[in-house]
């Protein structure tokens, strides 16, 4: 913990990745502690692309908590921001007494600044709550010194963001424990592991905000027979089949399973009663159009998978990419068609055959897709060097604010 004669406030600033999931996590066996009713494992999407950045400062001068999101102040008292914070000081407590009795514990008592702010439009209806808790339990530790596991404090935050503690290729073992202790995120492949591998996020236009993921997983969970046969008998054996496709790279194989798993999580909202709907008429095209693609070259090229939303994320290999992206916008054409439909990592330009156009037989459809970010995986959260990157300014207000 650096240190802090001065009332001038102490600032750390960290960066936190997005992960999309290939086998779902939906459902919590307990609410409060955020234990899920499956295993569940996600891929993290490279920061380059998608981030969030969060600067915290205490300061001995600082009157209460106070949290700043995409440069609006909200509030600090919702419980999940509270056991975050509570957890993180509990451990720098801890740590403090165990290890080092004669250093000043003063700090522990300040009160904290947070400000956070996204790399990507939150209209994009991309989860940012995984990158959220995943960066603010990553800055908060590195800022009061808190050393390993924490991916058990960020699940407590949300439950997906547990899985954005690591970079690669992440599970989130559900555990048994009734206490949470052994319901943790673990590395199954760093992101060096799959370098052909990309994430092409399809941005669906959509014009009302679906169900949230918190609650939408409670009716199921309620409601449900499917979502019970599905934690209990069909994801232990995907988690295993997963985890071997990705040490193989079985591209096939992972897909396949990725797109099944997709489709069953679907199936468990239709389930749910009253029935969520998070695909929409653009989703559903694409599904057909992926299918059509494959079926075309008669192997598995490129897989979708969808979350709490109507937006595609497709995972693909690199050689696959430029036709794939080119297939897209002819069937999905944009407004404008400039540069700005594609954003992320450049993409070689390429005509599409007719025969493949013909094989895939559907009507265009205009401005069903807003943009595509092309990405692939990538490192869990860093810490920022660059102290001009902080988000607080030095009185420990913000940057920028709305
Ligand atoms: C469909 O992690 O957002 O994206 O734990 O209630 O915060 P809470 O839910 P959240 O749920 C994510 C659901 C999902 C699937 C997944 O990421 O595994």
Redesign the pocket.
């Known amino acids: 913990m650096p240190e802090d004669s001065s009332h001038k406030p102490t600032m750390v600033t960290c960066t936190a990745p997005v992960?999309?999931?290939v086998?779902?996590?939906?459902g919590?066996r307990d609410k409060d502690l955020?234990l899920p009713v499956n295993s569940?494992l996600?891929v993290t999407l490279h920061q380059d692309q998608l981030k969030t950045t969060t600067t915290v400062a205490y300061c001995r001068d600082f009157e209460e908590d106070r949290i700043w999101l995409n440069g609006k102040e909200e509030d600090i008292n919702q419980p999940?921001l509270q056991s975050c914070l509570r957890e993180i000081r509990r451990m720098a407590r801890k740590r403090r007494s165990d290890k080092d009795s004669t250093s000043d514990v003063s700090a522990l008592s300040y009160k904290v600044h947070i400000c956070s702010s996204n790399n990507f439009p939150t209209a994009a209806g991309l989860?940012s709550?995984?990158a959220g808790y995943a960066c603010l339990v990553y800055t908060l530790a590195r800022l009061f010194g808190v050393e390993g596991e924490l991916s058990c404090v960020a699940r407590q935050?949300?439950?997906?963001?547990c899985?954005s503690m690591y970079g690669g290729f992440v599970q989130w073992k559900m555990g048994e424990k009734a206490d949470g202790k052994d319901s943790l995120a673990e590395q199954v492949e760093p992101e060096s592991h799959w370098p052909e591998l990309r994430v092409l996020v399809l941005v669906v236009s959509a014009e009302r905000k679906p169900v949230?993921?918190?609650s939408g997983?409670q009716t199921s969970v309620e409601t449900s027979k499917l979502l019970k046969y599905r934690a209990d008998s069909v994801v232990p054996g995907r988690m295993d089949e997963m985890i071997n496709a990705i040490q193989r790279k079985d591209f096939a194989a992972f897909a396949e399973l990725t797109m099944k798993d997709s489709n069953q999580?679907h199936a468990t909202c239709l389930d749910t009663y009253p029935p969520i709907f998070y695909l929409n008429d653009v989703s559903r095209r694409v599904i057909n159009l992926v299918h059509r693609y494959n079926s075309h070259y008669g192997e598995t090229r490129v897989a979708y998978t969808f979350?709490?939303g109507p937006n595609a994320v497709i995972y693909t290999l690199q050689d696959h990419v430029s036709e794939f992206v080119q297939v897209v916008r002819h069937f999905f054409p944009s407004e404008t068609n400039g540069g700005q439909f594609l954003k992320g990592l450049p993409v070689a330009s390429t005509t599409v055959s007719d025969e493949l156009k013909n094989a895939i037989g559907m009507e265009p459809l205009p401005k069903g897709i807003s943009y595509i970010i092309n990405t692939k995986a990538g490192p869990g959260p860093r810490i920022e060097k660059d102290s001009s990157l902080h988000l607080l300014r030095p009185d420990g207000l913000p940057k920028d604010t709305v």
């Open positions: 992960n999309i999931a086998i779902k996590y939906w919590k955020i569940s996600s999940r989860a709550s995984a935050g949300s439950g997906s963001a899985r949230g993921s918190t997983m999580f979350d709490a």
